[in-house]
């Protein structure tokens, strides 16, 4: 499925960083990313996953399998051969995906706040069920709660609600279709086989994917690096911009 995107930075960058949204956002949530990365050479390319933002909103369910292959659509509509992946939560889990399973297409892996067993199955299936009868009005509510630590909501207030915003408008079937691909997914037996240069992230406060499941990515994939991140709740990428960007670019130079 060809997905919404924009790219930004020099056209001719020889390096792609693609970038991957979390479920119940879209291409937005990587805003302060951005600048950093092309200012250090990068192309940025940052894309909607499908049913979320401006992407196509097919009929679910959807599998890993369909994000992942998604995305090496869009490298062959970029001409792209490869490219550094940046996802986080379900961006995370379509790139320890492609990492498996079209490893030529991946220069490095950034997995961030993260898992590639996240279970609570009846969860996931629950909250697919309850979107498509009720909307993504109370998912929203409660999106907030999970992405940042209490301290940042108050801080942040106007910004906590543009984000809260941003999965509202999220459509119903497409959240409800990226549920039932994270239900049940369990894409361990594959780390071993990731040969791309990874970087593992998780928040000390993250609720929703805890530090132990990007322990088990790390500990999986060979040479894997992996950091916490303190005062960072799920969308740490917003909540520590500053070092998460930080250690992003780090991981990207270390690659050239």
């Known amino acids: ?74 490298l062959d509509t970029l001409g792209v051969e490869s490219a550094h992946f940046v996802g986080l939560s379900l961006g995370g889990m379509t790139g320890a995906w ?28 629950g909250r697919a069920k309850q979107v498509r009868a009720e909307g993504m009005e109370q998912i929203a509510a409660g999106s907030i709660g999970r992405w940042f630590t209490p301290d940042w909501i108050a801080a942040h207030p106007d910004l906590a609600a543009e984000l809260r915003q941003m999965t509202a408008t999220t459509p119903a079937e497409g959240y409800a279709a990226c549920c039932e691909a994270i239900a049940g997914l369990d894409l361990t037996g594959g780390l071993s ?4 240069p990874t970087l593992v992230v998780s928040g000390a406060d993250d609720a929703a994917l805890p530090p132990s499941h990007g322990q088990v990515i790390a500990e999986g994939i060979p040479g894997a690096r992996f950091e916490v991140l303190d005062h960072a709740a799920h969308l740490g ?13 780090e991981h990207l130079k270390g690659t050239r």
């Open 1 to 74: 499925m060809k997905v919404h995107h924009e790219t930004t930075g020099d056209g001719s960058a020889a390096e792609v960083v693609v970038l991957s949204n979390s479920i119940g956002s879209n291409l937005h949530m990587w805003d302060p990313q951005v600048k950093p990365l092309t200012e250090n050479g990068f192309r940025v390319v940052r894309y909607d996953t499908r049913g979320h933002g401006n992407s196509p909103v097919p009929p679910g369910p959807y599998s890993i399998a369909d994000l992942g292959g998604d995305v090496v659509e869009l």
């Open 98 to 125: 492609l990492g498996q399973h079209a490893p030529e297409r991946i220069r490095s892996l950034v997995l961030t706040f993260t898992s590639v067993k996240p279970g609570n199955t009846d969860m996931w299936t």
């Open 193 to 196: 086989t990731i040969t791309a």
């Open 237 to 249: 990428s917003y909540e520590q911009a500053d070092k998460f960007t930080e250690l992003v670019l």
